[in-house]
């Protein structure tokens, strides 16, 4: 596709001549400013000289000061503290392993249930000895959860603090 543009003759000639003007005048100015520039005299600048007539300043003795060293504080945990979280520990542990152990109490009591309705005599005993052994697993975990003294501990940590 080819694009025909029309330019008026008249409005280049104008806007050419224009330019030269300006061009021509920019021109003029900058030679008229450096010929202005180039006859001025020369300016010579003398400073005066300056006399110092204050007093000198009075001698200053300057004696350094330590800062006082405040030891760093050093915090001890009581020994009570230590014995409850290290009860906490135990009893976390103990409950940590009795839910996962509940957890394969209720799988098997679900395939103890599955074997019943299917009446599958074979493998209900079998699961029933199963869930007796994770049952006394369970209880184990549970003797060391209920035996614990934990609460003392806490209570003597907080005296302590």
């Excluded at 000895?129 to 035996?147: C, H, P, R, Y």
Aim: proline share 6%; with cysteine; charged share 15%.
């Amino acid at each position: 596709m080819t694009k025909t543009i029309t330019v008026n003759k008249k409005s280049v000639i104008i806007t050419s001549a224009v330019a030269l003007v300006v061009l021509f005048a920019g021109s003029a100015m900058a030679t008229a400013g450096n010929a202005a520039v180039a006859a001025a005299p020369a300016v010579t600048i003398t400073p005066e000289p300056v006399t110092a007539t204050a007093d000198p300043l009075p001698a200053m003795t300057v004696t350094a000061t330590p800062e006082p060293v405040t030891p760093e504080p050093v915090t001890v945990t009581p020994q009570a503290c230590l014995d409850a979280l290290d009860e906490a520990e135990v009893v976390f542990t103990a409950a940590g392993e009795g839910f996962g152990l509940f957890g394969e109490f209720a799988n098997l009591s679900a395939q103890a249930i599955t074997a019943a309705a299917e009446w599958d005599s074979v493998a209900m005993d079998r699961l029933t000895v199963d869930i007796g052994g994770v049952s006394d697993e369970l209880a184990g975990q549970a003797a060391i959860v209920s035996s614990s003294d934990y609460s003392t501990f806490a209570a003597t940590c907080r005296a302590a603090s």
